[in-house]
């Protein structure tokens, strides 16, 4: 079993920039591929990022490229999502998903963190 636990939201201006983080307990993260997703209210819940166990980066480029940065530390068992020139439409719950890639099954998600950007 692997417990996720997001971190990082918050309220912020138009402009400015988050760390969202989403460390696992339980198990190693090292063979887990881990995504972020994002939902806004009365909408789907929609892919932002991913880095896979190997550290290859993909990226919802149509809507973060060139602002958000996926990025793992391994030894903290944690995955972080820096968010830069944060706009209102960036608002919505962040939820991190790992699957590990040798047991595609085993999926967990952290439980969200709400992120605010007014303008």
């Known amino acids: 079993q692997v417990q996720l636990e997001t971190s990082g939201g918050g309220l912020v201006q138009a402009g400015g920039s988050l760390r969202l983080s989403c460390a696992a307990s339980?198990?190693?993260?090292?063979?887990?591929?881990i995504g972020w997703f994002r939902q806004a209210p009365g909408k789907e819940r929609k892919f932002v990022a991913a880095i896979s166990w190997r550290g290859a980066t993909t990226y919802d480029t149509d809507s973060v490229k060139g602002r958000f940065t996926i990025s793992r530390d391994t030894a903290a068992n944690t995955v972080y999502l820096q968010m830069n020139s944060l706009k209102p439409e960036d608002t919505a719950v962040y939820y991190c998903?790992?699957?590990?890639?040798?047991?595609?099954?085993?999926?967990?998600w952290g439980q969200g963190t709400q992120v605010t950007v007014s303008s």
């Open positions: 998903r790992a699957v590990d890639f040798r047991n595609p099954s085993s999926e967990y």
């Open positions: 339980g198990r190693t993260f090292s063979f887990f591929n």
